[in-house]
C-alpha cells in the first residue's frame, strides 16, 4: 500500500495528465473528451486532497464529491467555488458521456478547462509540505 505523500503525489500527477489530454482534446474541438478528461483533473486532484487531511477517498463519483463538499468546503478549507466546479464539471461529464444530443458550446467547455486548472493549482497549493 503507498504511503499518504505517495498517494497524493501520484493522484496529483494523474490530475495533470488528464488535465493536458483535456487541452489537447479541446484543441482538436473533441468537446466531450476535453470535459470527460477535465473532470478527471478534478476527481483526482480531490482525491490528493481528502487524503492530505487523512481522509480516504471513496471509491464512488457521488462519495467523492459528498465527501470533498462536507470535509474541505464546509470546513472552509477552500474557497467554495471549487466544490461548485467540481459538482458542475461531474453533472456535465455526466451530460456529456450519456447524452447523445447534448451540445457542448466551445466557451462552456473552455470555462471548464480554466476551472480545472484553477482546482488543481490550488490542491497543489494546499497539499505541499
Not at 483533473?41 to 482525491?47: C, K
Not at 480516504?56 to 474541505?72: A, C, D, N, Q, Y
Request: net charge positive.
Amino acid at each position: 500500500m503507498a504511503t499518504t505523500r505517495e498517494f497524493i503525489t501520484k493522484s496529483l500527477q494523474l490530475a495533470e495528465e488528464f488535465l493536458k489530454d483535456a487541452e489537447l482534446s479541446f484543441s482538436r474541438d473533441r468537446f466531450r473528451a476535453a470535459i470527460n478528461n477535465a473532470y478527471y483533473t478534478f476527481h483526482h486532484s480531490a482525491s490528493a486532497c481528502l487524503a492530505h487531511f487523512g481522509i480516504e477517498p471513496p471509491k464512488t463519483h457521488s462519495g467523492l464529491i459528498s465527501l470533498f463538499s462536507r470535509e474541505v468546503v464546509n470546513k472552509n478549507l477552500v474557497d467554495k467555488s471549487l466544490g461548485k466546479n467540481l459538482r458542475e464539471s461531474f453533472e456535465l461529464r455526466q451530460k456529456s458521456t450519456y447524452e447523445i444530443y447534448v451540445t457542448l458550446k466551445r466557451e462552456d467547455v473552455e470555462e471548464v478547462l480554466r476551472n480545472a486548472r484553477e482546482f488543481l493549482a490550488r490542491i497543489k497549493e494546499l497539499t505541499k509540505t
